[in-house]
Structure formats: C-alpha cells, structure tokens
C-alpha cells in the first residue's frame, strides 16, 4: 500500500497555476470594477457604486502588501477578509469577541467594514480560484501538453504496482484524469435521477482512491435541497455534491453559502474550496471530515508516502504526518519530490541568495524541526535522512526522466 500526497507543486509542469501565479490571478480579478462590490448602493449613482468596490479592493490589496510584503499570496488576502468580517458581525451581532475588544479598528479597517464587502469579497477570491483552476484542469488543454504521458505513466505506475490512495491539497483535475477515475473514487454515488452525486463515507475505502482534502471544482451545494427529498435527512445544507460539470458546480455557489462560524465567534469561509489560515475549522463538513480521517488512519497504517510538491505549511496536514516515524519505526519510508537549484539556493560561498529565502527556510524546517528529516544529509543527491526520508530536488519532470525507478525501489522495498 502507498499513500501519494499532492502540493499545488506537483502539477505546474502542466501548466497548472501555482501559489504565485494563483495569488496574482486573485488580485487581478479582485481589483477590476466588476468585482468585488460595496453594498452601499446608491441607486442615484450606480457607477460610483461600482467605483466604490475597485476603491475597496485596492486598499485590501496595498494592506496585505504592507502586512506581508509584496508576494503575500491569496491565504494571506483571505485571512485578512475573515479578520474584517469577524469584526464586522461582533458589531452587528452586539458580540464581543477577542477581537472586538483588543482592537481598535484603524481607519483603513474602518473603511472596509462596508457592508457585505468582505464576504463578497471573499467570495470572489473563491471564485478567482474556481475559474483559473477550471481552465488548467480542461482535458483537451492538459492532455495536449508534452509532459502529460509521463505524468500519467507515473500514476498509472503507482496504481499498477501498489494499492494506491492518493491525498491531494489542489483543485485541479489531473489525478483523477491520469487514473481515469470518476467520482466513485472520491467516495461519490450517483443520486437516481439526477446529474449529481452525493458522497458515501463507506466508498473511501477502495483503491484507488483519489482524495480532494481541499475541495476540488467539481463540488457545490444541492440546488434542490429545499425541495421535498427523502434523501435530505442523510446531509445537512453545507455538505457538498459532486457534478460532472465544473461550471455547473460553481453556479450552485452563493456569496453567503461558505460562511460559517467558529466556536471562537470568527469567521471562517469554506465551502468548496478550502484555503486561507483557518483550513481546519473548515474541515467539519463532509466529506472532507471523512477524507481527514481517511488521511489519518492511512499514514497509521501504511509505512509508505509519496510527497510531490508540498511544502509542509499546513499544520493540521503537518499533524498527521509527525507520528509516522514514531508509529512505523525503521519501516518508514517517504520520498520527496520538489525543485530549486541547490547551488542557486546558496548564492555565492558563504552567502544566501535573497531570491530563495523562501528555500533556505524550507530546508532549514524539514532538517530541524520536523522528526522525520532529523539529520537530513545535504551531500548528495538524492538527499537522506537518517529516519527514512529521501528528498529529491530536481522536480517531477526530471525524476520522470531519469530516477523513477530508484524512487519506487526506494518506497515500495
């Protein structure tokens, strides 16, 4: 058995967006008038209603700048949206959360307490996301790219030699389009009578199974769950269905559908999409309760883990991973896929290059302070661990080329 996890690293050879490329995505559609709006409409002047949105989008935008720094990604927008929002229902709510009563709003979140602003705003991030993701997952588009037979050869590898499930963070497709898997290998059964499948926690224990941790877009709400339904009693009005197509899943979405509330009195978005900094209050609905669970027990069980392109910036990710050495023991076998150039990383003798900062402090977590990679060996290539780790930094393109096969000797003996 192998477990297979997926970072939104492990698809950009295909032209899937990655963190940066998605962040700048989200900007540009945040900041165009016809985004996000301010509801302070004034039916005498429409247009500046619309003017008065790009004029909250853009001071958003220059606050995540200045709070951190110029390549603060879409998490980092999000975070500060549900921040604002959390403020802005203590207010109306007559609440008085932590953040109502150690703040002190400054001028500029006072500006953007607007109405609905930062849950429509929010929601366009989502939205954002949704439409650049549907794009990269097109099958004619990504199955006419010149990487995609070694990609699929690598899932088809796996599935073939091993009992396969596979736990991935991405939205896109490309999984299940290289294993040519439907929505019964995401736990998925289809309702009778209609083009919609609605999620059974007893089809998650098949293999291979292709697992979306952090939605995928194809998921949205029931459109017809107001309507008399012998099935209502087996979901509640967040669990999520699966539709064949991505675009009629996105128009089940609502501005308002993701919001929900944490015990804390914040506000945490979800939904469909799950991202931002509070993913694991966002986890409570199915099926990603089921698929966390899932994850759980498989790395309890199974010695053996794949990681391609996952940095290890989740901590309730990071959670599940920390027992595996102490449950597997020299069984323990994981093997990292990622890219830099170590010798860029470094910059000139004695120095770091600026540009991999962010490199520089992902070795220096995975070698100090997570167990597994304790005494991570930096001298040749692949790069080992003493407890079971194998890194390889060239990337999964080049491992396709040339290592594949010392992978696999490495994880499946």
Avoid at 31 to 53: I, Q, V
Avoid at 243 to 264: F, I, K, L, R, V
Avoid at 362 to 370: F, G, Q, Y
Wanted: net charge negative; hydrophobic share 40%; proline share 4%.
């Amino acid at each position: 058995m192998l477990t297979v996890l997926v970072g939104a690293g492990g698809a950009v050879d295909l032209g899937v967006p990655g963190t940066r490329e998605l962040a700048d995505h989200v900007v540009a559609h945040l900041t165009k008038d016809w985004g996000c709006l301010s509801r302070t409409f004034d039916r005498r002047d429409p247009d500046a209603t619309w003017e008065r949105g790009k004029v909250l989008a853009d001071r958003l935008i220059d606050q995540a700048r200045r709070y951190h720094g110029d390549k603060f990604n879409f998490e980092n927008l999000l975070n500060i949206l549900e921040a604002l929002a959390t403020l802005e229902d203590s207010h109306a709510r007559g609440r008085k959360t932590a953040d109502a009563l150690l703040l002190e709003p400054k001028d500029w979140v006072k500006e953007l307490l607007d109405g609905t602003f930062t849950k429509s705003a929010a929601h366009e991030v989502h939205c954002a996301i949704h439409a650049a993701l549907a794009k990269a997952s097109d099958k004619d588009r990504v199955q006419a790219k010149g990487p995609w037979p070694a990609f699929q050869r690598l899932w088809m590898d796996l599935a073939g030699q091993t009992e396969l499930t596979s736990v991935t963070l991405n939205y896109d497709t490309l999984i299940e389009q290289a294993l040519n898997l439907g929505p019964d290998a995401q736990g998925f059964s289809r309702i009778d009578g209609e083009d919609l499948w609605q999620f059974d926690d007893r089809l998650t224990g098949r293999t291979p199974t292709v697992v979306h941790l952090h939605g995928s877009i194809h998921l949205g709400y029931r459109r017809s769950a107001l309507d008399p339904d012998p099935l209502r009693w087996r979901y509640t009005h967040k669990d999520l269905f699966w539709y064949s197509d991505p675009a009629q899943a996105y128009s089940s979405w609502g501005s308002n559908d993701q919001e929900n509330h944490t015990q804390a009195e914040r506000t945490a978005i979800g939904g469909p999409i799950i991202t931002g900094l509070q993913k694991p209050d966002k986890l409570l609905v199915e099926p990603y309760s089921t698929y966390y669970c899932r994850f759980g027990r498989q790395l309890a069980e199974v010695p053996r883990l794949l990681v391609v392109g996952y940095g290890f910036d989740d901590p309730h990710v990071n959670q599940l991973l920390y027992g595996m050495r102490r449950r597997h023991g020299d069984a323990l076998r994981i093997a990292v896929i990622t890219k830099f150039d170590p010798v860029a990383m470094h910059g000139t003798y004695g120095s770091w290059a600026d540009e991999r900062a962010n490199e520089n402090d992902m070795i220096a977590r995975w070698s100090t302070r997570w167990g597994p990679f304790g005494g991570l060996s930096l001298r040749a290539y692949p790069w080992d661990s003493k407890n079971g780790v194998r890194v390889y930094y060239r990337g999964l393109a080049d491992i396709l080329d040339d290592g594949w096969e010392d992978l696999l000797r490495f994880l499946l003996t």
